[in-house]
């Protein structure tokens, strides 16, 4: 037996605030495709950390004397 998704507390009256968060989180899933489609970084707060979940950065070289 699973348990149910928990259901957001927040009920919005205004129709244009409802749709805030599926945006957000279709713009985050864009973000993140185009990311690794054009191989650059994209950084997100995970666990208290700054993550990037994009592209992996270039390592950087050896500093020589």
């Given at each position: 037996?699973?348990?149910?998704?928990?259901?957001?507390?927040?009920m919005?009256?205004?129709?244009?605030?409802?749709?805030?968060?599926?945006?957000?989180?279709?713009?985050?899933?864009?973000?993140?495709?185009?990311?690794?489609?054009?191989?650059t970084?994209?950084?997100?707060?995970?666990?208290?950390?700054?993550?990037?979940?994009?592209?992996?950065?270039?390592?950087?070289?050896?500093?020589?004397?």
């Amino acid at each position: 037996m699973s348990t149910p998704k928990p259901q957001s507390t927040i009920m919005l009256c205004d129709p244009d605030l409802q749709k805030v968060l599926p945006a957000l989180r279709r713009a985050a899933h864009i973000a993140r495709e185009l990311a690794l489609r054009t191989g650059t970084p994209c950084h997100v707060w995970l666990d208290g950390k700054m993550v990037n979940i994009g592209a992996p950065l270039p390592a950087k070289p050896a500093a020589t004397k």
